[in-house]
């Protein structure tokens, strides 16, 4: 019976997206408090050359799927936390000016995570060139998935939501939020939460229908983590405290410090 497989692949997924999620906001508030942002960054680069490596040799094994789902869950992981210790950002960072117009408020929120961006596609297209003609692309939906929810993420963040998450901003980014806005909804939203929903439905059609046990735990593993992105969309609008999932396994973060405020800074550059 292939529903045990993908019951327990399905549970797999949400633990391996809390458990990943913690351990890279941990990692990033400890060099937040200690200033070790580069070194924390440049210590896991081989969390990153691992990921890669097996990628590549699960890519060819059809049976290897939590393999591929966690080795792209390992290159993710290594990009989003150079991102969050400010290593691998944009060439923006100061906060958003306001009163300026629309084409130059998107500039400036884009400079801010342009290298980020770039990055993440330079990786997917990557991936995609390594499981070419591959048994198992298991791994490399999995990035796509990753990819394809971060990127409407950010565009509703940008258009706007209800619900803003600053709590666990670190140091490097704390010019982020102000790039976003707050609102009770954007023409956006109702898209992406489409889409999602429609993925999820998809993957979760495979996975009863597939005829194998590692096919059935592969689609269960991609129904699970699409559902998480839909999950994370709606909790911009739904003013629930996702954030406990997290902070009780945080150390402190860093004392607070004096910081400029958007027009000081552009008056002394």
């Not at 094994?61 to 969050?84: D, P």
């Not at 590692?214 to 593993?221: D, I, P, R």
Request: with cysteine; net charge positive.
């Amino acid at each position: 019976m292939l529903l045990t497989p993908a019951l327990i692949a399905g549970a797999v997924a949400c633990l391996a997206w809390w458990a990943s999620t913690g351990a890279i906001l941990a990692l990033v508030r400890t060099a937040d408090r200690r200033g070790l942002h580069g070194a924390a960054t440049l210590a896991t680069l081989p969390v990153m050359g691992a990921g890669l490596w097996a990628f590549h040799v699960t890519a060819g094994q059809a049976g290897a799927v939590y393999g591929a789902f966690f080795a792209a869950l390992a290159v993710w992981g290594w990009i989003e936390l150079a991102f969050l210790t400010g290593v691998i950002t944009g060439p923006n960072d100061r906060p958003a000016r306001p009163g300026v117009p629309e084409w130059e408020r998107f500039v400036r929120a884009w400079g801010t995570v342009a290298y980020h961006e770039m990055t993440l596609t330079a990786a997917l297209i990557g991936l995609a060139a390594m499981a070419h003609g591959a048994p198992n692309r298991f791994g490399l939906w999995t990035f796509a998935i990753l990819y394809a929810a971060r990127i409407s993420a950010k565009l509703n963040l940008y258009l706007g939501v209800r619900k803003v998450a600053v709590e666990f901003i670190p140091t490097p980014l704390r010019h982020l939020p102000s790039h976003f806005r707050v609102a009770r909804i954007n023409w956006l939203f109702p898209t992406s939460v489409t889409a999602l929903t429609f993925a999820t439905a998809c993957w979760l059609e495979r996975a009863v229908q597939a005829g194998d046990p590692a096919q059935a735990v592969g689609f269960a593993l991609l129904a699970t983590l699409t559902a998480l992105a839909l999950l994370e969309h709606w909790l911009m609008i739904v003013p629930l405290p996702d954030e406990k999932l997290w902070r009780w396994m945080l150390p402190a973060p860093a004392p607070a410090t004096m910081t400029t405020t958007g027009e000081d800074e552009d008056a002394v550059r």
